[in-house]
């Protein structure tokens, strides 16, 4: 029967770092990649919950108390499978990261290897834990490329343009409003609260005011994740009138960027020209990295 889990604690950095502590280093090993495991598991799960919420959006059975419920429900799902056979992911980690034994007796440095194996597992524990940061453009497009192309087909535009404009509001994705915990709020395209009944962020932003440019704080959406983001720009455009010409003319992308600052999508009056430089600047990177 395997060891039990803590169950509200198997995303505690604090305390995975006091198994490494172990006497037995083997089974600190174990159990760091068992609560690895079901730390993935719950991702995976919150994942899947967030896009099944998406089109449940407005039923009934979305109260705040539901989502405890459901929460909770997955967290325990979570413990639960990996302290069964799970993704078999656990099995694999101690395999890579012990060391190879004698089964008679244990070979010099032995225990050191062991624990640096648990210190491994630790820091993919936290990097997986800790909202993902763009360490450079490249990345930027890399890990957005899918979710752009996804998007832009919706709407029959290229994807490029949703990059570009994804990265200038976003700062190449390092800059999206942050959450009172320090966490993302995911949100990659600028789009402010007005009329949102979901999460919520306030960031000091720079707005012009006949031309003159001004810094102040306004509330902007969050979201659970940049599927999410992707799917609200695409939905904030469709179910407003006002936007109604410039998905007329995504054919033409550039006259798709002026007609979103035509109808008011953002208050900087070089926004387009922004836009435009930044599509001309991932189109160079995407062809160099071809290269």
């Known amino acids: 029967m395997p060891a039990p889990i803590n169950a509200a604690a198997y995303t505690d950095l604090a305390r995975l770092a006091s198994l490494k502590k172990d006497s037995n280093g083997q089974e600190s090993l174990k159990q760091v990649a068992q609560e690895f495991e079901a730390l993935l598991l719950g991702q995976m799960l919150k994942a899947m919950r967030a896009a099944s919420n998406v089109l449940s959006e407005g039923s009934y059975l979305q109260s705040n108390e539901t989502k405890l419920y459901q929460e909770m429900l997955d967290q325990q799902l979570a413990v639960t499978l990996s302290q069964q056979k799970g993704l078999g992911l656990s099995e ?43 360490t450079s453009p490249q990345a930027f497009i890399k890990r957005l490329a899918p ?6 087909l919706k709407m029959g535009l290229q994807p490029l343009w949703l990059l570009a404009q994804a990265a200038l509001e976003s700062g190449w994705g390092r800059f999206t409003p942050r959450l009172a915990d320090g966490q993302s709020s995911h949100n990659l395209f600028g789009i402010k609260a ?67 600052q035509q109808a008011g999508y953002a208050s900087d009056p070089n926004y387009a020209d922004k836009v435009k430089k930044m599509a001309k600047q991932i189109a160079e990177l995407i062809s160099l990295d071809k290269s």
């Open 92 to 134: 694999v980690l101690i395999r890579q990261l012990s060391p190879q034994s004698s089964p008679t007796a244990s070979a010099p440095g032995e225990k050191r290897e062991t624990l640096q194996g648990a210190d491994k597992i630790q820091k993919w524990q936290a990097e997986a834990s800790a909202d993902s940061e763009f």
């Open 147 to 152: 979710l752009a192309e996804s998007t832009a």
């Open 194 to 260: 007005h009329g949102w009944d979901g999460a919520s962020v306030s960031a000091v932003t720079t707005e012009y005011q006949n031309g003159k440019a001004a810094r102040q704080t306004e509330k902007f959406r969050a979201y659970p994740s940049f599927v999410h983001s992707f799917a609200d720009y695409l939905d904030f455009l469709q179910s407003n009138p006002r936007y109604k010409e410039a998905l007329q003319r995504v054919n033409d992308p550039e006259q798709f960027i002026d007609a979103l």
